[in-house]
T-cell receptor, first 113, second 109 residues
């Protein structure tokens, strides 16, 4: 089955720690995205990548970092510089092109203890 | 002003009712419009995708876009308890997609 997988489903972090969220897709999509979802707010774009070895900051990139070494993978690191990291994180992918819609993974719930 | 505005609800209806969900957007450059359904603690699932003004129907779901008033609607006929979820509208112009905050829908059996 083609799709997007995210792991882990739940993640707990102590203050001051960096954590990495995994996102893998086997849809052969060129573009991948990371969003953050908080209650009562729309999805906010953290980073996106249109092609391997290239990525761009979204609206709320501070305190986050990404890499895109393989087409299938787009991991997100939440660093200790992110002051309010507790949220639901969603990864998405799409084919290249302005007409293509995004398909989402199941999400990772990150909680800071 | 947010680029895509959506009433958060919650909206509660009896089973079998017709549901109307709505969004407004502010950017005239948006040309593509989507509706996603999101169950609790799950990722959003694409329901409908439309281009420009007009209606698009898929089973019990109808998406409607009125570009003159910058208004997007999703109608659900014969609503079922399994339709209980959060519905996100989204608008796309160029590469960027802007999402509404979502409307929570409860369909009571």
């Amino acid at each position: 089955d083609g799709g997007i997988t995210q792991s882990p489903k739940y993640l707990f972090r102590k203050e001051g720690q960096n954590v990495t969220l995994s996102c893998e897709q086997n849809l052969n999509h060129d573009a991948m995205y990371w969003y953050r979802q908080d209650p009562g707010q729309g999805l906010r774009l953290i980073y996106y990548s249109q092609i391997v070895n290239d990525f761009q900051k979204g609206d709320i990139a501070e305190g986050y970092s990404v890499s895109r070494e393989k087409k299938e993978s787009f991991p997100l690191t939440v660093t200790s510089a992110q002051k309010n990291p507790t949220a639901f994180y969603l990864c998405a992918s799409s084919r290249q092109g302005s007409t293509d819609t995004q398909y989402f993974g199941p999400g990772t719930r990150l909680t800071v203890l | 002003q947010k680029e895509v505005e959506q009433d958060p609800g919650p909206l509660s209806v009896p089973e079998g009712a017709i549901v109307s969900l709505n969004c407004t957007y502010s950017n005239s450059a948006f040309q593509y419009f989507m509706w996603y359904r999101q169950y609790s603690r799950k990722g959003p699932e694409l329901l409908m995708y439309t281009y420009s003004s007009g209606n698009k129907e898929d089973g019990r779901f109808t998406a409607q876009v009125d570009k003159s008033s910058k208004y997007i609607s999703l109608f659900i006929r014969d609503s079922q308890p399994s339709d209980s979820a959060t519905y996100l509208c989204a608008s796309k112009g160029g590469f960027k997609t802007i999402f509404g905050a979502g409307t929570r829908l409860f369909v009571k059996a």
